[in-house]
């Protein structure tokens, strides 16, 4: 079983709008090596665990979990991207204007306007839908763990070019911590292989990308975001059995912390009228929102203060 | 933010092997209405979720966690219909025997055998991935509660349609559970409609399924779980707001409970040579099995002689 | 626009259920050269006609409208080889009965059984779902016949193919006509390609299938239903400039038809209570059954009558 | 069995070119919630319909058959926006001029140009082909008529945000009525609701959606286009006994019309040298020229004179 | 069994970079009527070949073997087309710079920066993956030979169309080159159908496109590249036995070839660092490179050298 | 470019017809970790190949074209377990024989029977179409490297499965080719990870198989078949730069071969006349069948008398 915990795994810095990075980073959500996949593969690779190596299983777990965190984190930020790229005017005062015309320009992903009134979408950035083709698992555990590196390295390897395709900070934020994820994660896997016997030598991590140009990156890893990983279990993990000792990189020492890190305040979407989203009129909005909502204005006000610095 | 917590959300009643009932129960998993589907509808929802009817959110985010745990749960029951499925015979010893003859036979699903090591796999009963084409997320409140209605009665109808295709109990046992909570859920969108607007008079449940002859069912809702809700959260959710009162269906009262069921032992898969998995040799077993690995013979026990009863 | 006729292009002879056969017809329904896809690709090119050559459009038109009524059939005879393939028991009056059971046998399509309540599914023989990658219309009229050629000499193949596969009388009635209708469809085109220049000499029909070992084909054939052609067209048409003189295969005399063939009843369906088809409980029957519905139990009856002869 | 009629359900204004506008577009015709999705899946419903309802049925086939017509109209609207979108150079005479450059531009689908010979294609407005997967038919009544309703609502909603992406005339008669129609046929489900009992109270239409602001659909509606229905039908239909008495929506009287619309006539599309298309030369052309056409210039001047204006 | 020559079919043109170019190109590589299906589609014919009827065997091979090269060619093409179409900055010493920013422009596929990194991809002009779907072979010879046919026309359509979009001299020489050897295979095909009977009469080529505006056509066709075919066969080869005499469309002898053509120095790209590809260090590049690589300068300064001029 | 060589590169051991076998194998064809996918994927690496390092260039090419001989083989051995699985009556003289109701068998692929007249698809074992989907290059060549020693680690892995699954001679032999040389080409990439910095240990190779029970395996090992690598090109190569030395998995020494080897006849499928394959009739074969064909009569009785021993 899983429990929600109402936090966002980091934190998004406010930025402009842009359809064409949000177009972008749909590679990270729903692309062949983005958090989507991540997470269904070691989560299947969790289910259909065999034999008794538990301390493998606690890891391919702990990671999985916090994949489903990662895949929430992408998809905020493609909505703080995409959350008014059309230019509100009212289509009941003034007929003419035209709200979504945005939506037929070609760098974004036309989609996000028509289907889903601007926000996430399960896709790759060229459009194509997610699929379970993309899951691996094969039953072997040494194949399990050389795929997963593998993958872990590839999305690295994406989210390095994503980073050099925008300064849009929201997207950089996002995009730097995957990158910093991504290489623990790369660790998590290597360690698991030389636990198994291989000694990496020179070729780690793979690809080995100079990211001592990439700030936001380097900040991250200042504070060995790159060398540690929570268990993100309710209950004991047997994850430092493997997950300690000397980075298999040479760039430090790993840890496994048990539970999962604080946490930042997700960020919260106004109504849209020219997506017709969420659809409640006043009319239902006069009983339901008087009964339920929780006062949220402050936080709405707030993402939208952010955008407009 | 997730958390894993080491339990299966319901228990897997043992019995006998069964390919063709393993296949069929793909449907449940990686089906168009099946398990992997509510969980990301829900969750996209959940993420894109736009304006500040927060019950609303926190009905919906507590549902698609509770997912996450039905998956595992399905896959579970999968691969308890599966392991051993092939009788081991040794090929080193007895080079004519062949140990996975067993998934030439159209009535499985050979990949199965071949691809998964005898587990489950992210596909559908006729064999067919999962894709992301079925997730639904208009942006709009009220159509998005309708499609979510929609889906839960249709994923219940197909698995009211599953338990009618065999008696194998560790099938039922979770074909039931799912039917229960495949109504509970209808409840939760049902209501959510109710609050906004909706007098369901006649149609509802729908479809209106006679489970009077399913006793599994029936204990199940002797116990109230079809008129139950965990918030599947760890902090406070305002999910009771909406899910209250007297049920939708005119069946009892509803109920929502704070964080999740006790739950139950995750089943262990033994090791299965003829499928090469775990691939753990013995002297990688050497030395990672002294220093790592959990005492677990007690439960892999337990799961072998339960189905050899 | 479009007229629906209540009336079946072709009478299906009543024999057997038989759940292979109809997994086997999905390829004439949902295959790549099934008549879902002629149906669409005949009205793309109507649609997107270009030119002032109105012969050529009111024969592609004519065809692709008669290939709606295909689409009809065959889904028809799909259901009357299905339908009641489950033998019920009441769920209610005996829990351990297994109504569905024969969904897991392997010969069948499961989903036939658990998605589609024993009905036709738009998919191919081997479950996968049907495309519009299958839609062919280049703009270019030449390409466009040829093509069109082609694929009804494909599709011709493959229900060849099917006739030899089983000897159910409703499987074989259908196909039989579907053999015929292939064979005057390929002459439509071939004669649109003979008039713009070719002489096909030798290799027309491709293939040249010797069908005289198929009564049901040479009794359609004696009363030259491969010579005909109806438009399926309320107004003038213009297919006769194309469709007349001796057909391009040297057997017989080209006939254009005003209009549509007098048709056969279509038959009914009754409720299936093992698949909760179609869901009307006794309160809800009561209700619609008495104000709306026609008499329908002879047919039904007839239909019943005919299976168990 | 169906009969085509040469006639268009609904006028387009002529208006200018406009492929980012036809792009669009494509989401009502091949998307998840466009035309030939409505069209396949009643026409699913209706081929698979059971037991003796036949009011259901009638309303079902009714709708069905009108949404061929829409698959129709979207298709010939998209080619009015593309056709001559290339500027004609002559390739024979001027070799280095580029008469399908425009092709290039990210705005438009790239296959309208190089598959298509600037016209409609069974893709959606992000370039994804159509999918049977698309189509739902449960066996189950209650169910399918609750997903029509659904699904007739998720393709108003996108035909408004459509609406507001372009004021192209052209583009916007199609949409509008459209809307409109989807609107009828959301009553049409929601009435076969109401009849099963479901009192709908405050949340129809589902989206509330305010067109105020759209007068092409005010106009469309002060004619009662929204509450009336055809019965697209030759024979006598029951599809009145549904579908009479108020409007589920408290919005007007409903209305069953025997039969099918007047319509209006269907634009010609000229020869298109710079596609080949359709690519009959002189030669032969002045062979088939000769015998065949019927002479058509006025129509094709009439569209190009509307575009020039 | 297969040999690789280390030469490529056709030369490339030296030019400007150009994405949306390489994206339209893309048709030709991964496209429903491109190279890789073609080069499929052949194959999987030659492997299943049936019957005695050598001669047609060894076409379909040698045209199935002579396709393998022009994938190499398209891929290298487009490569051309993209390789550098990123400014590089440095990441490391200019951290606020976007080398990847090009990609972002919707006119290109993002794809080709984001996972492929700046070099061609198994897709459309669309973006759509290839797949199998594609390869048609029925077992029947003469069908087999009609479609390929249709096949070859179709491309050199698409090809036609190509070349009007871009007069990109490198993108324009390959696609001239194409159009030159699909007239050839059109002949082979039109050649195997004639021996079987059909005299084409007035409709061939398939369509009868003027090139005569295409100088780069004309060049290649005065050497009369459009009526040869090499066997592309190490051993003997029947091709000439269908292959030989005067071209069915009138315009030459027909001639085949033993072998394959001399060929062209294949281009060599350079590192792409902002790619991270291929991703060599300096540590690895001392070792690896001063071992093993062939002193390869020229030709990358050649091909770069092309470029700016 | 390439060069087809009349010769297959492994003998096929005759045996029984065996259609469920057949369907097996397919996923060593169109499986996404069968010869289709290393083909293309190796393809794509070497036409992208980026950077001087031209060793790695062509141990790419080298083991990509031997790929394409193995696409050739697999596809043989499927035909030689297909051809003749239905038993021939001849519809003319019998009408009331089945010929292909074999096809109507859920333990085969219907396809077979119905699309391919009995011979190979481009599907996997579960009868899904290959995509491109499955095809890797990610431009980073050590990321390359690893994923390629995974692919083929994976294929091993399944073809061992499949080992297990049949004794039929012909699929075993084909199947033990596979695994042995998919071990020498986990070699290949493993050597180049070796050359890059990797020291494997003890985890090679991945799985680590036991297949001293196979012993169609140790009699090719025997030969050392699994420490060689043709260079499979005309020209030079520079493949033994890397491919040479002690093996990494320490069993042996490396050796590169020029050229490619001696390889056996490609056997020969007679006509099949209830498949209508190749379906050239008395008439066509009069004329084509005399002056063309080669004398292969020898060869197809061989392969016929193989069966029927």
């Given at each position: 079983?899983?429990?929600?915990?109402?936090?966002?795994?980091?934190?998004?810095?406010?930025?402009?709008?842009?359809?064409?990075?949000?177009?972008?980073?749909?590679?990270?959500?729903?692309?062949?090596?983005?958090?989507?996949?991540?997470?269904?593969?070691?989560?299947?690779?969790?289910?259909n665990?065999?034999?008794?190596?538990?301390?493998?299983?606690?890891?391919?777990?702990?990671?999985?979990?916090?994949?489903?965190?990662?895949?929430?984190?992408v998809?905020?930020?493609?909505?703080?991207?995409?959350?008014?790229?059309?230019?509100?005017?009212?289509?009941?005062?003034?007929?003419?204007?035209?709200?979504?015309?945005?939506?037929?320009?070609?760098?974004?992903?036309?989609?996000?306007?028509?289907?889903?009134?601007?926000?996430a979408?399960?896709?790759?950035?060229?459009?194509?839908?997610?699929?379970?083709?993309?899951?691996?698992?094969?039953?072997?555990?040494?194949?399990?763990?050389?795929?997963?590196?593998?993958?872990?390295?590839?999305?690295?390897?994406q989210?390095?070019?994503?980073?050099?395709?925008?300064?849009?900070?929201?997207?950089?934020?996002?995009?730097?911590?995957?990158?910093?994820?991504?290489?623990?994660?790369?660790?998590v896997f290597?360690?698991?292989?030389?636990?198994?016997?291989?000694?990496?030598?020179?070729?780690?991590?793979?690809?080995?990308?100079?990211?001592?140009?990439?700030?936001?990156?380097?900040?991250?890893?200042?504070?060995?975001?790159?060398?540690?990983?929570?268990?993100?279990?309710?209950?004991?993990?047997?994850m430092?059995?493997?997950?300690?000792?000397?980075?298999?990189?040479?760039?430090?020492?790993?840890?496994?912390?048990?539970?999962?890190?604080?946490?930042?305040?997700?960020?919260?979407?106004?109504?849209?009228?020219?997506?017709?989203?969420?659809?409640?009129?006043q009319?239902?909005?006069?009983?339901?929102?008087?009964?339920?909502?929780?006062?949220?204005?402050?936080?709405?006000?707030?993402?939208?203060?952010?955008?407009?610095?």
């Amino acid at each position: 079983m899983f429990l929600s915990i109402e936090k966002l795994i980091s934190n998004i810095t406010p930025d402009r709008l842009d359809p064409a990075a949000a177009k972008a980073l749909q590679e990270a959500l729903g692309g062949q090596f983005g958090e989507m996949r991540t997470m269904m593969q070691y989560q299947f690779q969790n289910f259909n665990f065999r034999g008794n190596a538990k301390p493998f299983r606690d890891l391919v777990r702990g990671v999985g979990t916090e994949e489903i965190g990662h895949v929430e984190l992408v998809a905020n930020t493609i909505n703080m991207l995409l959350d008014g790229a059309s230019a509100y005017g009212g289509i009941a005062t003034q007929p003419d204007t035209l709200p979504l015309a945005n939506a037929l320009n070609g760098d974004g992903n036309i989609h996000h306007f028509l289907v889903a009134g601007q926000s996430a979408r399960p896709v790759d950035a060229a459009g194509n839908p997610w699929t379970a083709l993309y899951v691996y698992d094969s039953g072997n555990l040494v194949l399990n763990m050389l795929y997963n590196l593998m993958l872990e390295a590839t999305g690295r390897l994406q989210k390095c070019r994503l980073y050099e395709m925008s300064n849009n900070k929201a997207f950089r934020s996002t995009v730097s911590y995957l990158i910093v994820r991504d290489l623990a994660h790369e660790k998590v896997f290597a360690k698991a292989l030389e636990v198994l016997g291989v000694n990496w030598g020179k070729v780690l991590p793979v690809p080995k990308i100079d990211t001592s140009g990439m700030p936001e990156v380097r900040e991250l890893e200042s504070r060995n975001l790159h060398n540690q990983q929570w268990t993100f279990a309710k209950d004991n993990s047997d994850m430092a059995k493997i997950f300690s000792g000397p980075s298999p990189f040479g760039d430090g020492e790993l840890e496994t912390i048990e539970g999962l890190p604080d946490g930042f305040a997700i960020p919260e979407l106004s109504e849209r009228a020219e997506e017709f989203a969420p659809g409640l009129d006043q009319e239902l909005l006069g009983q339901v929102g008087k009964t339920m909502t929780s006062p949220s204005t402050t936080g709405t006000q707030r993402a939208s203060a952010a955008r407009n610095t």
